[in-house]
């Protein structure tokens, strides 16, 4: 691996640091400057900074354009793109507005160039610094899983890791495999199962003015959820099957791993945040309806039904309308062990480290630890599978045939874009059942979850989540946090465990209400330097 930084031409590898002329930072100054001085082992270059694919995105409508016109710019004489690689890797580009993959080849030599940004923000760090995250980030895996290898992305390397967890015993259960489900149950929980929870709530749900600004998030969250899994082929739930158990009978179902169609009705007088995903018409997948008195169909995992049935400020009415229930099992419990134990290492090195570097080296590494366990758990999904590629424009600008099934997504005044849907591959990693009851479990906690501290007066843990602040105090959610005006957020205990609210935002002062995702943003970033400088 080699670490660029675009912005001031500093490339740092195993084998030194220099500086390099880029020029415009297009694919051919850099592969050219690079392997100018670097060895042609070097397979991946990490961009740190600078993200030369966004050059020129004003000349076009969409990011994606901007980005796919850089990939497809002119190369040095003797590369091309890439066509064929070996097993875990793929062909051609991938053109991602924010972090895209570039892969090219000369001879056997083959290069990708990537963006860190896949494994973490590097928040200002030089390359020699995100070279040491690396670094740190290997160490402190190697104790865990035998050989490791970083691969290109945190989804790549956390699927590999957890190959190395399936249970190799003869006798063991599961010794030939986890069972991958038909491509029915795949395509039910593809359209029914989301990820996070993404939300913004604005006025007049909340006041246009708000007394303060705190962010809370937490830390390793799904590694809290993965102790239980569901395994094997499940087994179909009907209404009347469901009606006809005993009331032990349908408590054990809703807590197994499992995922249900419901009917939900909301009680006359909710004044707080929607429990439950509903599909949403329009540019977003999911909506969580609020309106008391309000009801519809939805589904929702386990652990979803089971918070809005016993929810802290009042259960929603559930009617069970189908559902699939699995034995439970912990396929994912090993891995994610590991993994929590070296983000945990690292975190403390980050603490104790007298190195102001390795200090942030050790930081970023752990933040790279989260994404191997936050997009790994996504690679089980397996979602359809979509291609990309482009074609050059023929002579005089003429538009090339796409390849069947294939849809035009862009153009340039030199190649096209396109894209195709491949429909499911079928083979051991595709198991969406574990991706959704994690993720289902994740939203429910971000509204009501124990923590790692206990009262100590009663000696039981105690409570955090959005279901645990005052009504009309939610302004946001983004995946594992919450973003509201309630200074009690600052005051829910963090023990250093997964899934613990961490305090990363605080302006204890009035402040304008988001309406927009850029607005959101902003107040964001203000947020945590804010906070940040409190501590200076």
């Known amino acids: 691996m080699a670490f660029l930084d675009t912005a001031t031409g500093v490339l740092v590898w195993q084998g030194g640091t220099t500086r390099l002329d880029l020029g415009q930072s297009s694919v051919a100054e850099i592969l050219t400057a690079v392997y100018a001085v670097a060895p042609a082992t070097i397979e991946r270059i990490y961009i740190t900074a600078g993200d030369p694919w966004h050059q020129g995105s004003e000349r076009h409508e969409f990011l994606k354009d901007a980005v796919a016109a ?9 590369w091309t793109v890439e066509s064929s690689r070996g097993k875990d890797r793929q062909a051609g580009h991938l053109v991602h507005p924010r972090n895209p993959v570039g892969r090219w080849q000369r001879g056997d030599q083959h ?9 973490f923000d590097p928040e200002g760090a030089d390359p020699a610094t995100v070279r040491a995250a690396f670094v740190e980030l290997w160490k402190a895996l190697r104790p865990h899983f035998e050989d490791v290898v970083l691969m290109g992305a945190p989804s790549q390397t956390g699927r590999d890791l957890w190959s190395r967890t399936i249970p190799a015993k003869a006798g063991a259960k599961w010794a030939d495999g986890f069972p991958v489900m038909s491509e029915e149950i795949r395509g039910l929980l593809h359209a029914t199962a989301g990820q996070g929870r993404t939300e913004l709530i604005t006025p007049p749900r909340v006041p246009e003015r708000v007394p303060g600004w705190f962010e809370v998030d937490r830390t390793f969250a799904y590694a809290k959820h993965t102790w239980a899994s569901g395994v094997g082929v499940p087994r179909r739930i009907t209404a009347a099957a469901f009606a006809a158990m005993t009331e032990k009978e349908q408590t054990n179902a809703l807590f197994a791993p499992s995922h249900w169609q419901v009917r939900v009705t909301i009680p006359k007088g909710w004044n707080h945040v929607g429990l439950l995903p509903a599909p949403a018409p329009g540019e977003r997948s999911w909506h969580y309806p609020y309106e008391g008195g309000r009801t519809f ?8 039904v089971n918070l809005a049935l016993r929810n802290p400020i009042a259960p929603w009415r559930i009617e069970i309308l189908d559902g699939l229930l699995w034995e439970s099992g912990d396929p994912l419990k090993s891995w994610s062990t590991k993994l929590r134990e070296a983000w945990q290492s690292l975190r403390a090195t980050a603490e104790l480290h007298g ?3 390795q200090k942030q080296a050790c930081r970023l590494a752990s933040r790279a630890v989260r994404s191997i366990l936050l997009y790994g758990i996504g690679t089980f999904a397996q979602r359809p599978r979509i291609t990309t590629g482009s074609l050059e424009l023929g002579a005089g600008g003429e538009v090339p045939d796409l390849p069947d099934g294939a849809r035009l997504t ?13 429909g499911f591959a079928r083979d051991q990693y595709a198991h969406p059942e574990w991706a959704a009851g994690v993720w289902s479990a994740a939203r429910a906690a971000l509204l009501s979850v124990s923590t790692s501290s206990k009262d100590p007066a009663t000696g039981k843990p105690l409570k955090a989540g959005a279901l645990h602040l005052p009504p009309g105090s939610i302004l946001a959610f983004r995946t594992d946090a919450i973003y509201t005006s309630a200074s009690a957020a600052a005051d829910w205990p963090y023990g250093s465990e997964p899934g613990d609210y961490l305090l990363k935002g605080r302006m204890p002062w009035e402040q304008t209400t988001p309406r927009t995702d850029e607005e959101f943003y ?15």
């Open 410 to 422: 862009g153009i340039t005044d030199t190649h096209v874009t396109w894209e195709r849907n491949a």
């Open 70 to 78: 850089w990939l497809n710019a002119p190369l040095p004489e003797g």
């Open 111 to 119: 290069t990708e160039i990537r963006s860190v940004g896949e494994w």
């Open 355 to 357: 190195d102001e570097q």
């Open 522 to 536: 902003y107040l964001q970033g203000l947020g945590r330097q804010a906070y940040e400088s409190e501590g200076m």
């Open 297 to 304: 169909t939805t589904w929702a995992g386990g652990a979803e």
